[in-house]
């Protein structure tokens, strides 16, 4: 299985955080970045990504948010996608109930692996969101044939977009890049303080795993899973750490056994 899941929705990150605290009182931050809509001053803006620069001339209006976590990302930078997929079939809106209230419309969802692109056309998108997928280049080229898309950034290939990359790629392509970046320093914050309060686990050993249709794995560093335990003071596995996939695997997951 190679998706890893996202932490570039930085209000699901904080949830999750909260939920070790028992803290409550960490959304408004987000609720603050976020009120902060995009401006016509920002555009035309020129993201980078693994396939060229794509220049989005003017203030995007119908979004459509396809990578894990992308509709996330756009919702906590207060714009809301006309069409989104549903990674962790949540049901509904496609959003987890941290995200409960950022949707004055639900969007139409999209289907994930195998996306409907006639029904992504007909949404009539001026803008895509695609920055973590499985980066192939077909489907980039399906995507930009109807409008213009954000993919993957170098090195983001297979689900391996990073939570940085993920929020920068977003905010510049909303022309919203100070924001981006307000959204990752509150969350930088969150994690330090909540590694602050939990002193008990630094330097614990930690595995993230996931199960799948051919067994038990356990995701390896680079993958958003470990860095959101590592970032709270935890340590990765020793016996999964040895495990070092080839850059030609491209897979987040070490095969262990259950």
Do not use: N
């Amino acid at each position: 299985m190679k998706r890893s899941w996202t932490l570039a929705a930085a209000t699901s990150a904080l949830l999750l955080v909260t939920a070790c605290s028992g803290s409550s009182d960490v959304t408004g931050s987000y609720d603050e970045a976020s009120t902060g809509a995009s401006s016509a001053e920002g555009f035309p803006a020129t993201v980078s990504t693994a396939f060229g620069d794509v220049t989005i001339e003017e203030e995007p209006v119908r979004v459509v948010a396809l990578g894990w976590g992308d509709a996330e990302t756009a919702l906590s930078l207060g714009t809301q996608p006309v069409g989104a997929s549903d990674w962790l079939g949540f049901g509904g809106e496609g959003v987890g109930p941290w995200m409960d209230g950022q949707y004055d419309e639900a969007p139409v969802i999209i289907e994930t692996l195998e996306p409907s692109y006639e029904e992504i056309a007909a949404l009539e998108p001026d803008l895509i969101l695609d920055t973590k997928s499985s980066g192939e280049q077909e489907r980039y080229d399906r995507l930009s044939s109807i409008a213009p898309t954000v993919g993957v950034p170098e090195g983001g290939e297979s689900y391996l977009t990073t939570t940085e990359q993920q929020v920068d790629l977003v905010a510049e392509a909303l022309g919203q890049p100070t924001a981006g970046d307000d959204l990752l320093a509150d969350l930088e914050a969150e994690f330090a303080s909540q590694a602050e309060a939990h002193p008990e686990w630094d330097g614990l050993s930690v595995a993230a795993a996931t199960k799948t249709s051919e067994g038990w794995g356990a995701y390896v560093e680079g993958s958003s899973r470990v860095q959101f335990l590592t970032d709270l003071g935890f340590v990765q596995s020793q016996e999964i750490a040895a495990w070092s996939p080839t850059k030609a695997d491209s897979q987040s997951t070490s095969p262990v056994s259950a």
